[in-house]
């Protein structure tokens, strides 16, 4: 009898079957301490878990971290995990699929922190209309943190970079352990009579115990009693905790308070230089309008205005009169001209013009001699030639024969 062949595939659905099918593996929660932890940039968590005799891979889907994951899991920190264990098929591996994780020990404290938080939102401690507005260009900023360590080394760079015009003033309290919320409520207190712009509050990152002081019912009403603005920036990004929900604003780091409490002074700088350069070129546009309006006015004005029009009507008055100057001068040479050839044709046609080279003009008793029947022998005679007039008696007359 053949045996029958199965392929891998088939062999990875059966195995991954019979986990989902066992109702112990498919909700159970495990213990052990955590190491390779892996926080891959999909959001998913790559981990695993294991004690002194073995060790199994874990995985945490982004969409779970949000409601199953409240602090940041790290190598070496002992853990309780939910969840379900099933074949990853690729690889043939079964792996724990981990829906939520809490610190080994610490469950006593998460419930307090779950209980504290639903009693202050219902007292309205949490409510956004509560919030204070922070101010946008401080000159005071108080820091309520201890007064050694890497949170205010952090704010107190990046104030000098971004303002170092801001006063800090640090009110040095303790933030872990026995007597450390006392000590930020007080620092809450006394920095909040002095009426500064700001108050910033937290610490650096750790466990839910390093940070539970800001998790303490005093902190928070302390922060909601105060008359300044307070920014919380406590733990890591993703640690949150009372004092978070309690603040007027809350920073994920205290490195990221410090920016949002002191803006970018140069930033600033920039911003004005440009607002200002607008608010120039507006005026110096509204400006060369009104320049050209005026001129265009002036104008009309000056077209308008009687003595401007009078000052034209005089200027054309001196045009037309120069110009009938210049007619008559035109005129006049035109007709002396006329005149002259008038006169030489005249004097042309004029007797006494023949009297030259020889001619002469006879007059016979004041009458115009022009024949010989007209006088008798030993009358006068008057002949006058181009430049005098002779007297003189006929002594003979010769007449012409008639052909």
């Known amino acids: 009898m053949q045996a029958r062949i199965y392929t891998v595939e088939q062999v990875n659905n059966y195995i ?17 301490e955590v190491s390779n932890v892996k926080y891959h940039s999909s959001g998913h968590i790559y981990f695993h878990v294991k004690d002194g005799s073995g060790s199994l891979k874990c995985v945490m889907f ?21 969840g379900s264990i099933s074949v990853y098929e690729r690889d043939g591996a079964y792996q724990m699929y981990a829906n939520e994780i809490q610190l080994d020990g610490l469950g006593d ?31 005071t900023v108080g820091i309520v943190t201890a007064a050694t360590g890497a949170a205010i080394q952090d704010i107190m760079n990046i104030a000098k970079r971004r303002n170092p015009y801001v006063q800090l003033i640090l009110y040095p ?19 909040d009579r ?32 105060a008359k300044t ?43 004005r230089q440009r607002i200002l350069q607008l608010m120039i070129s507006s005026v110096q546009r509204k400006y060369q309008m009104a320049v050209a309006g005026l001129e265009r006015y002036q104008a009309l004005f000056a077209a308008k205005n009687p003595a401007s029009r009078l000052a034209y009507q005089s200027q054309y008055l001196d045009e037309l009169s120069e110009r009938m100057d210049l007619s008559i001068r035109q005129k006049y040479q035109q007709y002396q001209s006329r005149l002259q050839v008038l006169a030489a044709k005249l004097h042309g046609m004029s007797p006494t013009a023949k009297l030259i080279n020889g001619y002469g003009y006879l007059e016979h008793e004041w009458t115009p001699l022009h024949s010989v029947t007209q006088v008798q022998t030993g009358d006068d005679l008057k002949i006058i030639i181009h430049d005098g007039t002779i007297y003189t008696r006929i002594e003979k007359i010769e007449k012409e024969e008639e052909e």
């Open 229 to 271: 603005p307070i920014i919380s920036g406590t733990g890591h990004e993703v640690d949150t905790t009372i004092a978070d929900y309690a603040a007027d604003l809350r920073a994920p780091t205290p490195s990221a308070a410090c920016e949002l409490a002191i803006p970018d002074y140069m930033e600033q700088e920039r911003e």
């Open 173 to 191: 309290a303790r933030v872990q352990g026995e007597g450390a919320a006392q000590t930020i409520v007080k620092g809450i207190e006394i920095l």
């Open 62 to 82: 982004r969409g779970k971290r949000t409601s199953g994951l409240k602090f940041r899991l790290e190598d070496g920190q002992s853990v309780i995990i939910g």
């Open 16 to 32: 991954k079957n019979l986990f989902q099918g066992d109702y112990l593996l498919s909700n159970l929660y495990l213990k052990g």
């Open 194 to 225: 002095m009426q500064l712009d700001t108050i910033i509050i937290g610490r650096g990152g750790g466990s839910i115990e390093d940070l539970w002081a800001f998790n303490e019912e005093c902190v928070a009403r302390a922060i909601y009693q």
């Open 109 to 139: 404290l998460y419930a307090e922190y779950e209980r504290l938080k639903q009693k202050l939102y219902e007292e309205g401690l949490f409510e956004f209309e509560h919030k204070k507005e922070i101010p946008k260009n401080p000159k």
